[in-house]
């Protein structure tokens, strides 16, 4: 996909993302203050009010006072939960365990065994089996942890297990996930933000546009450190595009994210690295 066919981000997720970034705080975002923040990225006043008030009705954000919005408890822990992985670098350990989850979910709960297997592939676990999945060191304990939270923990057994061999790996790796499909995000990621990164190392921009420039990039990057499983380089074809796609997030981070800040002014609630 070419940078100019890549579809926009949605509202709702720029939404999630300005309230990741600067919402965590004690004090609640005025709506003129999130209306004139995701402006800057695009969408206009009547589309992020819609956004908001479909938000609030499903529980994501919370109305603290008249015009005023803060992330809904679950929402919050998710996030500071998401840091580490979406912001961290996390190399593979050979000598970790894995996690393989087994579950069973009662025919008649079939909505909560959607969400559970739609959570799990979203945390980066492998299928192995219909009701067997898989993940390398790191996952495990951050999506039981999640689990938890949305009170699916209790229909999943756990177990530890050593690491496959790379020679396993390599052999089955392409069958327990979707690696082109995550290949390609990180190819259209590469083609979004390079070209930003040329115009921010040649000629920086103003503290606006870096802040829509900042919550473009974390939009697009948060959810694929969750698809990525993070296996091992050896187990990955050569030309895996996860490495240079990480080091132009760190990069373009390193360089947005304290004019961002200053735009936003709320300098003190940005999540540092």
Same mark, same amino acid.
């Given at each position: 996909m070419t940078e100019a066919a890549r579809p926009q981000p949605l509202v709702r997720d720029l939404i999630v993302s300005l309230f990741g970034l600067y919402g965590r705080g004690a004090e609640p975002l005025p709506i003129s203050q999130i209306i004139a923040l995701i402006g800057t990225a695009?969408? &206009?006043?009547?589309? %992020?009010?819609?956004? %908001?008030s479909r938000m609030k009705?499903?529980?994501?954000? !919370?109305?603290?006072?008249?015009?005023? #919005?803060?992330?809904? +408890?679950? @929402?919050?822990?998710?996030?500071?939960? +998401?840091?580490?992985?979406?912001?961290? /670098?996390?190399? #593979? !350990?050979?000598a970790a365990a894995w996690s393989l989850a087994v579950f069973s979910v009662p025919e008649s709960q079939r909505a909560r065994r959607v969400l559970l297997k739609k959570t799990l592939g979203e945390m980066g676990f492998g299928v192995v089996g219909?009701? %067997? #999945?898989?993940a390398p060191s790191g996952i495990g304990e951050e999506a039981r942890a999640r689990l938890a939270r949305l009170e699916?923990?209790? #229909?999943?057994?756990?177990?530890?297990?050593?690491?496959?061999?790379? /020679?396993?790996l390599r052999a089955e790796a392409a069958q327990w996930w979707d690696l082109d499909a995550v290949a390609e995000e990180y190819r259209d990621f590469l083609a979004e933000f390079a070209p930003v990164r040329e115009r921010w190392d040649s000629a920086p921009g103003t503290d606006a546009e870096a802040f829509a420039?900042?919550?473009?990039?974390?939009?697009?990057?948060? /959810?694929?450190?969750y698809r990525d499983p993070g296996l091992p380089a050896e187990a990955l074809p050569?030309?895996?595009? +996860?490495?240079?796609?990480?080091?132009?997030?760190?990069?373009?981070?390193?360089?947005?994210?304290?004019?961002?800040? @200053?735009?936003?002014?709320?300098? !003190?609630?940005?999540? @540092? &690295?």
């Amino acid at each position: 996909m070419t940078e100019a066919a890549r579809p926009q981000p949605l509202v709702r997720d720029l939404i999630v993302s300005l309230f990741g970034l600067y919402g965590r705080g004690a004090e609640p975002l005025p709506i003129s203050q999130i209306i004139a923040l995701i402006g800057t990225a695009g969408p &206009d006043e009547q589309s %992020v009010r819609s956004s %908001v008030s479909r938000m609030k009705s499903r529980g994501l954000l !919370d109305a603290a006072e008249a015009g005023h #919005y803060h992330l809904a +408890g679950r @929402r919050a822990a998710a996030f500071e939960a +998401g840091d580490s992985r979406i912001f961290g /670098d996390h190399p #593979y !350990d050979p000598a970790a365990a894995w996690s393989l989850a087994v579950f069973s979910v009662p025919e008649s709960q079939r909505a909560r065994r959607v969400l559970l297997k739609k959570t799990l592939g979203e945390m980066g676990f492998g299928v192995v089996g219909a009701s %067997v #999945y898989i993940a390398p060191s790191g996952i495990g304990e951050e999506a039981r942890a999640r689990l938890a939270r949305l009170e699916l923990d209790g #229909y999943v057994e756990w177990f530890d297990l050593h690491p496959p061999s790379i /020679d396993r790996l390599r052999a089955e790796a392409a069958q327990w996930w979707d690696l082109d499909a995550v290949a390609e995000e990180y190819r259209d990621f590469l083609a979004e933000f390079a070209p930003v990164r040329e115009r921010w190392d040649s000629a920086p921009g103003t503290d606006a546009e870096a802040f829509a420039d900042h919550l473009r990039l974390v939009t697009a990057w948060r /959810d694929l450190p969750y698809r990525d499983p993070g296996l091992p380089a050896e187990a990955l074809p050569a030309d895996w595009p +996860g490495a240079p796609a990480r080091e132009l997030f760190l990069h373009l981070r390193r360089t947005l994210a304290e004019p961002a800040a @200053r735009y936003a002014g709320h300098a !003190d609630l940005e999540r @540092r &690295d």
